[in-house]
């Protein structure tokens, strides 16, 4: 047996003894069950969930701290993560104040799209607006990671008047690409999203435990830790129905396929121009994303236009805040206790 599959083993085996039951309640009992032990899972933190109600669903959500007593922190996750990505840190920060994350739609928890349609990363941002009509927020205050901190940057900067901070983690606007390249890659894109709408009723391919590991720590290359798959896990896996040992990825295939759009550059500077509130910017040393000559010089921009920006260049990978919220909480306390958030 080898490093990885001892790990796997030692952190989700109690799985494999206790998953007679199917579904993903059964799954997310069976990880409770367990106690799983990491070093930055804290004890006893109270965690409820809700759902926010949509027009062709609900949004799962995670609540830490009491949400009633002040306005919350909406936290959101990346790209075929899930609301799990906060395990960890969240309950650094959550008595400070309380903290909401969200599943995307098609992640975790939350409803899919209707057959048919495909998901837009604006939409991202637009589910902002509606959550915050939902709980009727006077401001939005967010804490986001790739995806999420794109799709939170996009919102900051088309309701200026409305955020009162962002926390933006490991990205904040989209990389740049190859046009010719994005182009071309189009009629295989299309190709694919029309095999993957034909298939969404379809169970995907399973796997062992040890493998289901493997599979998302090697899919992120090596960016979520092997000790850390189990927190996305709870939310991001299901039994299969054909096999009670074996688990397939619960989100919808079709986010694979995403039309990420690349956008001119004379645009998204014309945007970022208008973010106004207090922001921090975290990025991973250890991360390729948002470091190609794009990226930087927009972050630039932004450090230019807004006085209230601050840039943090932290060790750790892509997911530094799920493997070492450790690095992020000392540094987001001060931000928030600089600003009087908290």
């Known amino acids: 047996m080898n490093i990885s599959t001892k790990m796997a083993h030692r952190f989700i085996k109690p799985i494999i003894l206790n998953s007679k039951e199917h579904g993903v309640r059964s799954i997310l009992n069976c990880f409770n069950k367990t106690g799983c032990k990491k070093l930055h899972t804290a004890k006893n933190v109270p965690v409820k969930e809700i759902q926010i109600p949509v027009q062709w669903g609900h949004i799962a959500a995670k609540v830490w701290g009491d949400a009633d007593r002040r306005r919350p922190i909406l936290a959101l996750h990346g790209w075929q993560d899930n609301a799990g990505t906060w395990d960890t840190l969240a309950p650094l920060l959550y008595q ?149 040992n074996k688990y397939y990825f619960n989100r919808d295939a079709r986010l694979k396929h995403t039309l990420f759009m690349p956008e001119n550059k004379m645009f998204v500077e014309t945007l970022v121009k208008r973010l106004k509130c207090p922001t921090a910017y975290f990025k991973a040393i250890d991360s390729p994303y948002a470091s190609d000559q794009f990226s930087v010089d927009l972050r630039e921009t932004l450090e230019k236009n807004n006085q209230n920006f601050e840039s943090h260049f932290v060790p750790g990978t892509h997911h530094v805040h799920l493997n070492n919220p450790e690095v992020l909480a000392p540094i987001i306390t001060k931000f928030l206790q600089k600003y009087k958030f908290i």
């Open 96 to 244: 400070k104040i309380p903290i909401i994350a969200i599943d995307f739609p098609g992640h975790g928890l939350s409803s899919w799209y209707p057959h048919g349609m495909q998901y837009y990363p604006w939409d991202f941002a637009r589910l902002i607006l509606s959550i915050r009509d939902h709980f009727q927020w006077d401001k939005v205050s967010l804490l986001c990671h790739s995806m999420g901190s794109i799709a939170g940057m996009r919102y900051a900067c088309v309701f200026p008047d409305d955020v009162d901070f962002y926390i933006a983690i490991d990205n904040i606007i989209a990389d740049d690409y190859d046009l010719d390249q994005v182009v071309e890659m189009f009629p295989k894109l299309f190709r694919k999203i029309q095999i993957t709408q034909a298939r969404i009723d379809t169970e995907p391919p399973s796997y062992s435990i040890e493998e289901f590991v493997k599979k998302w720590h090697y899919g992120t290359k090596k960016s979520v830790s092997m000790e850390s798959v189990h927190h996305l896990a709870k939310r991001g896996m299901k039994a299969s129905s054909s096999d009670p």
